[in-house]
């Protein structure tokens, strides 16, 4: 490899890269076995074996730092020698965001750097370890009375940086903003070595310069590791979810319309699951409530303000034909907002193509969701999805696939074509990682895509941030990923999915299921006669 400067230095992790990690931060945090680096090979999504012909996805060594310093140490040696470095959290992610192209360092920060480092109540802000998981931040806020204000669903694993590395849109981002809106400040490794603070624990970061919140948030790792953050926090008051059923999901489009353009009504969260969802969890024996296409609005602040917000939001869905379901069934969805690919346990891959459209063509794009599933003949696993903020809708149609083969990981040819018809919106994909990181030049201007990749190679150039992700899309030959070369092989895949036989993968696990419970309650009754 070539770097900055005509120097050569090659990415191979050698002894000394070995030894020197050891000195380092202990030999007890640096690991080489062979079935550990295994595990790391790959984020949510498991990869058939073929992945590796074109990407060296297995890590060549596993570091957990302790600290902040300990990260600065590992980059140095990466650094020095060329090393690739792949940051990573819990991987709750589905786009090879934290899967290694060149193999070399994969820092877990999941393990060492997962404290809650302080709880501020007068100053409101939460300080954390990039590793620690969202659900443990919220839980321990939330007992002090204060509400962390945007999250992913997946926030009982997805940790705070991981998250944060891919500028994510979330639950209770309609109200306080998304990932971003709430930083206060982090602590990054840059490419060198060298850490930095971004901005300020108690204060805002406005009319301070450049913000680099705003810089390190959605990278992707490729500017350098996260090692702390810092949020802003907010009162909890009262949180009420409110449901509403539909007929058909589409019918929800003029309700969102109406209650984004409200002047006074601003809910925590606004999102829907339609009756396919549904359907597929009573399928794989989850409790579900009985209802067809459910619309969730949760509000949150002072009862008073709750009760006048409820009463708008009651006639706006009344009048367009939409029926209140009880605040049982309400809260169970509420409780159950960070689970809405459970109906994967029956065995089965399900990957999301998350996009995002205007709010005031929300209706229409329910529809070209459905027309996707038939055009491509997904097995569905249902639409659902959440509004971002008064313009913005995000939609995560879910889908079914054995992504453990070639021909399985054809499936992913549905992010594609939705991606394609969210432009056609004014919409576009969500999400690059490995796997699409050929959509980012599609997504922004020529000028602002060439500043991306100016801005990854001056702060990084010995390209060993998370290399082969994000603006430099590479195969482990180094090969770009060109936008050309990916547009024609997932139009490829587009092909091929329309001509293939209907998927069935997920009417296979059902009955490999149904197998499973039946010998499973034949034994448990044998075990009560034996008693």
């Known amino acids: 490899m070539k770097m900055k400067g005509g120097e050569n230095l090659s990415r191979t992790v050698t002894p000394d890269v070995i030894s020197s990690l050891e000195a380092a931060i202990g030999k007890e945090n640096v690991n080489t076995s062979e079935m550990e680096r295994l595990l790391y090979s790959h984020d949510l999504a498991p ?13 060549d060594v596993v570091v957990r730092p302790k600290s902040v310093k300990d990260i600065s140490k590992v980059v140095m040696i990466a650094h020095k020698y060329g090393v690739a470095i792949t940051p990573r ?27 809650i480092i302080e709880i501020n109540e007068r100053d409101m802000y939460v300080k954390v370890g990039s590793g620690c998981t969202w659900k443990n931040v919220y839980d321990a806020c939330a007992k002090k009375g204060l509400l962390l204000g945007c999250y992913p669903s997946s926030f009982p694993s997805a940790t705070i940086g991981g998250w944060v590395s891919t500028g994510g849109i979330g639950i209770g981002g309609y109200k306080y903003g998304a990932a971003r809106d709430t930083i206060r400040n982090m602590e990054v490794v840059l490419a060198d070595g060298t850490i930095i603070s971004t901005g300020y624990d108690a204060l805002s970061d406005n009319m301070a310069g450049y913000n680099l919140n705003q810089l390190f948030t959605g990278a992707e790792g490729t500017l350098g590791v ?14 009420k979810p409110l449901a509403y059923e539909f007929n058909k999901l589409s019918q929800m489009g003029g309700p969102i319309n109406e209650i984004v353009k409200h002047p006074s009504v601003k809910p925590m969260h606004i999102a829907w699951s339609d009756e ?21 609005v949760t509000l949150q602040g002072d009862d008073e303000f709750i009760a006048l917000e409820e009463k708008v939001i009651d006639e706006i869905v009344e009048a367009a034909g939409g029926k209140k379901i009880s605040y049982e069934i309400a809260s169970h969805e509420w409780d159950e907002r960070c689970y809405e690919f459970r109906a994967r346990q029956v065995g089965v891959g399900a990957i999301p193509a998350e996009v995002v459209v205007p709010v005031a063509d929300w209706a229409d794009f329910a529809e070209e969701c459905y027309k996707g599933f038939k055009d491509l003949k997904m097995d569905s696993g249902g639409v659902i999805g959440m509004i971002a903020d008064r313009s913005t809708a995000m939609f995560m149609p879910y889908y079914f696939m054995n992504n453990e083969t070639i021909v399985g990981m054809t499936g992913f040819a549905y992010n594609t074509y939705m991606g394609d018809v969210a432009e056609k919106y004014g919409g576009r994909a969500l999400g690059m990682g490995v796997f699409f990181a050929a959509n980012l030049p599609k997504v922004r201007d020529a000028g602002a895509f060439e500043l991306m990749k100016d801005l990854k190679t001056c702060m990084d150039s010995r390209d060993v941030m998370n290399p082969g992700h994000l603006v430099h899309g590479k195969t482990r030959f180094g090969i770009a990923l060109g936008k050309n070369m990916m547009t024609l092989s997932f139009k490829m895949l587009e092909t091929v999915k329309k001509i293939a036989p209907k998927d069935k993968t997920f009417e296979k696990n059902i009955e490999r299921f149904k197998f499973d419970e039946m010998e499973h309650n034949k034994e448990k009754t044998r075990q009560v006669k034996l008693e």
């Open 89 to 115: 959290g819990a991987s709750t992610w589905g786009l090879g965001g934290s899967m290694p192209v060149f193999g070399g360092i994969l820092i877990d920060l999941s393990s060492g750097m997962n404290e």
């Open 276 to 296: 396919v969802h549904f359907a597929n969890q009573r399928k794989a024996g989850l409790h579900t409530p009985d209802v067809k296409n459910l619309f969730l």
């Open 47 to 59: 990869l058939p074996k073929e992945a590796g012909l074109a990407f060296k996805n297995i890590p």
């Open 226 to 239: 996260i090692g702390t953050v810092t949020m802003r926090l907010f009162p909890m008051g009262v949180i």
